[in-house]
């Protein structure tokens, strides 16, 4: 074909999978270059993270597969079959975000991300308390999602500019996503706030119980402090202001309030230390038990 | 006339999905779903039917907001164009074999 | 007129001798027919029958899998099987809204389907006791699936064939991460090793039977077959099936647990020991291990979401009074 030809090539993606008229029934297989399971694994290769920087991703990471672990059991029982899917697909991103900081922590111990999910026992895991409470209602799991989503926004978004280019690299994918669970549970936390008389006190019910554990994600301790003087970790107490004017705006937009008075409790947290609720254990015993009953066995 | 599938007696109402594949490409009609409201409709569709990058924009249309034509009228209705062969390149033969033509 | 209204009317017209002949023509021509097409009653109901078994077998047939998220032995594994089980949600959904273009709501077939009214495929009756179950419901009950599913991609129905081409793209995918996990167990320790022979030991059988009766006791086939909705009969499938399990089981290095199987170089096909079609009924007539099960967590979760689908269809009036009142 010559280079003016008028005749341009069709576009690649224009296949026959995507005109079933033309293909009359017929299936294949596409065949397609597949992105990078995990993310930041090209931009650090070869990489070791500092003991620090190990610490301060088996944090995230755990934060990450923790609330995975939660959203995997509403697949079967989410409202509505859609929801089972919306559900799924933020528990599938945040299993990739999991994996990416898990297994660049591992790094600093020669572990796998394997090892780190399934091998530690609950006081070596470093997960906030917010991640390990349980679904409870539906609204329970929104009011959850939209603190932990509202945070993990903030967190990745300042975390993309870390001078240690794995985080950077895990941060900056990890945000797009992040972004869309923001606007999943902003949606779902207008629609029951602004429902029915039932789902409104369900959604209230749902803030208090979550709110809690709010404080905790903006704690700042050594580690952190450490880690931030040198650009590689955010100080998780800078991103309470941006955090606080999101729920702001969706509290305003639901006429919703924080709670006060009574039920405005502070949990005292100390996940980061591995000290946890009792909701942590049947949680990790559920999902290592396979894996332990086989040492060393390859899935 | 509506395209079917829009009863109006199910509380969710029933949207119909259109995909554009890619840049350069028109939106194409790739199934249905249901959802409370557009909102709803669009984020349900981007989970249901892009999980596997089918698509780079979507429209959400309400079911019931479709006009189609009568099917009644269906062999009437498109009989026209049916020999009006003029309005074809291949109707022109004489210039065959002519270059850029 | 709605489409319901229209429907039911085309229903009460058996005598539209136009639309009769055009019906006549496109099958003959092996073209589709399309929602709006005049279409014979029976035609219309078997449809509607076969699509909504089919979506309904997606959503129960969730929960087998869905069994073992959490307690997936890998992060790589309980990713993958996640977004299997989230394609079954979707694969419910193309098929409901395939259904629905020939006038049921989803609601009235989920309704059917929590009530016990409907059917869907026995084989998710059966229990997932192991891990290997995942990588045996991927391989032989997807594989099963994989075959009575792709010659209905080119169903004479429209909007069927059009959902089924996008489920068989999806599906290749469970078939090979079942032929994986149990690749990588046989691959294994002593340990991993049995439990992959053990479960495809225990689902070999219920997945020959997921192509439906022998031929000559399969009474809807021939109907089916006349409407090109159907385009091989069940045993036909079945030899298919069997003659691709084979290789691979070599593959595997597991053992198909039916000692009279051999290819035979007369027939040119597979000799195979009689299926047991008590058991079939059995757990067709609800007495599998997991009927009531399935069925009552679908039903909680049905019921457990209506507040929340309430609430959503709520907000939406008020948003519309709103925007009208603006």
Not at chain 1, 56 to 63: F, S
Not at chain 1, 147 to 175: M, N, W
Not at chain 2, 44 to 53: C, H, M, P, Q, V
Not at chain 3, 316 to 325: C, G, I, T, V
Request: hydrophobic letters at 40%.
């Amino acid at each position: 074909m010559s280079e003016n030809s008028p005749v341009e090539e069709r576009p690649t993606k224009e296949d026959a999978s995507r005109n079933p008229e033309s293909t009359h029934g017929d299936v294949s297989v596409d065949r397609l270059a597949l992105a990078d399971e995990l993310a930041g694994s090209a931009e650090g290769a070869g990489r070791v993270a500092s003991a620090d920087a190990a610490e301060y991703a088996l944090r995230l990471g755990d934060d990450a597969l923790v609330l995975a672990q939660q959203l995997g059991m509403w697949i079967t029982r989410a409202p509505e079959l859609e929801e089972d899917i919306a559900l799924g697909n933020i528990g599938l991103d945040l299993i990739g975000h999991a994996r990416s900081l898990l297994h660049y922590a591992g790094t600093a111990t020669g572990r796998s991300e394997d090892e780190l999910a399934y091998w530690r026992d609950e006081p070596e895991w470093r997960n906030a308390w917010l991640f390990e409470q349980p679904n409870g209602d539906f609204a329970c799991t929104i009011a959850r999602q939209l603190v932990a989503s509202l945070y993990l926004f903030e967190l990745y978004g300042a975390l993309a500019d870390s001078t240690d280019p794995t985080l950077a690299a895990i941060a900056a994918k990890s945000v797009k996503e992040v972004d869309y669970h923001r606007d999943h549970a902003t949606q779902w936390v207008l629609r029951l706030a602004g429902g029915t008389e039932e789902s409104r006190r369900r959604m209230i019910r749902g803030v208090e119980v979550t709110w809690p554990y709010v404080d905790e994600l903006f704690a700042d301790d050594e580690l952190t402090e450490r880690l931030a003087a040198d650009g590689v970790a955010v100080l998780p107490s800078t991103l309470r202001p941006a955090f606080e004017s999101a729920v702001d705006a969706v509290f305003a937009e639901a006429s919703l309030e924080r709670p006060s008075g009574r039920t405005a409790v502070t949990a005292s947290g100390g996940g980061r230390r591995g000290s946890h609720t009792e909701h942590l254990g049947p949680l990790l015993a559920e999902m290592q038990v396979l894996a332990r009953q086989h040492p060393g066995a390859s899935w | 006339m509506s395209t079917p599938g829009e009863l109006g007696t199910e509380p969710w109402p029933l949207w119909e999905v259109f995909v554009r594949a890619n840049r350069g490409l028109s939106h194409v009609h790739v199934g249905s779903l249901h959802a409370p409201d557009a909102d709803m409709a669009v984020r349900n569709a981007r989970d249901l039917y892009t999980r596997r990058n089918e698509g780079i924009s979507i429209w959400v249309v309400p079911a019931d907001a479709v006009t189609t034509s009568d099917p009644d009228a269906k062999g009437a209705f498109f009989e026209s164009p049916a020999g009006k062969n003029y309005r074809h390149a291949v109707y022109y033969t004489k210039s065959e074999g002519v270059k850029h033509l | 007129m709605t489409a319901a209204a229209e429907l039911s009317l085309a229903g009460a017209e058996p005598q539209d001798d136009e639309g009769r002949a055009l019906f006549d023509e496109l099958i003959a021509k092996d073209s589709r027919i399309e929602p709006r097409d005049w279409m014979p009653e029976a035609y219309r109901k078997t449809l509607i029958r076969q699509i909504s078994q089919h979506a309904h077998s997606e959503i129960i047939g969730m929960q087998p899998e869905s069994n073992w998220i959490t307690r997936a032995p890998s992060l790589k594994r309980k990713a993958i099987l996640m977004a299997k089980v989230q394609d079954e949600a979707g694969h419910g959904l193309y098929l409901y809204s395939a259904a629905q273009t020939l006038g049921i709501g989803r609601d009235e077939m989920m309704s059917q389907l929590i009530e016990g009214r409907a059917r869907y495929s026995s084989i998710f009756n059966y229990t997932t006791p192991t891990w290997a179950d995942m990588g045996a419901i991927g391989w032989l009950v997807d594989g099963a699936a994989i075959c009575n599913q792709v010659p209905l991609c080119r169903a004479s129905y429209g909007p069927y064939g059009r959902a089924m081409v996008r489920i068989c793209k999806e599906e290749s995918f469970h078939q090979r991460q079942g032929f994986e996990i149990l690749l990588e167990l046989m691959q294994g320790t002593e340990a991993q090793r049995e439990m992959a022979q053990d479960a495809v030991n225990r689902w070999y059988w219920p997945s020959l039977q997921m192509f439906g009766p022998p031929d000559d006791e399969s009474p809807n086939s021939a109907q089916s077959m006349a409407w090109n909705i159907k385009r091989f009969s069940n045993d036909e499938l079945r030899q298919r099936f069997v003659g691709m399990l084979v290789p691979q089981a070599e593959v595997l290095g597991v053992t198909l647990p039916d000692p009279a199987l051999r290819f035979n170089d007369e027939t040119g096909e597979y000799d195979m020991s009689e299926i047991d079609w008590t058991e079939f009924n059995e757990v067709l007539a609800g007495r599998g291990p997991a009927n009531a099960e399935r069925l009552r967590r679908r039903r909680e979760a049905h019921d457990e979401g209506a507040w929340v689908r309430e609430a959503a269809a709520e907000y939406a009036r008020k948003q519309s009074l709103k925007a009208a009142a603006a």
